[in-house]
């Protein structure tokens, strides 16, 4: 498959949508994320951990939301800043945006993942291989 430009791989991961090919519906429910690609058979989570930056992405867009949040709050209401009122609301900013960017950081991650690592032949070999080494969570061993 051919490399995708780095600047439409992000376009395509910020409106929850396969970086490679484009195709939407990734999603069958909101914290569900299909193994691949129906499209372009791009696999999504490649190893154990795959999502940490998945996860540090949706932590700096929450924290960025509750600084300018917070920030504008106060500007908007100097002297007389509702402290108690102001509270509340970031502890509400801080709860809800991860849910609802939860999805749109995984595909985000997986633009950034395929700018680092694509090749004019598609993922690198190195992460192929690592997809083969993973075994099926039936036959992985039972360990109690
Ligand atoms: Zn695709």
Redesign the pocket.
Known sequence: MATVPTTRAFARGSVKR?P????GHLFPRWFTMLDR?P????AFERSDGFWLGAMAINLGVTEATFGIFVILTMWATWPDVPWAALTVAALVVNVTVPILFYPFSKTIFLAFDLAMHQTDAGPSPELERNEERREPQERRPHVT
């Not at 490679?20 to 195709?23: D, F, N, S, T």
């Open positions: 396969c490679r090919c484009g195709q690609c499209r372009c058979g791009l």
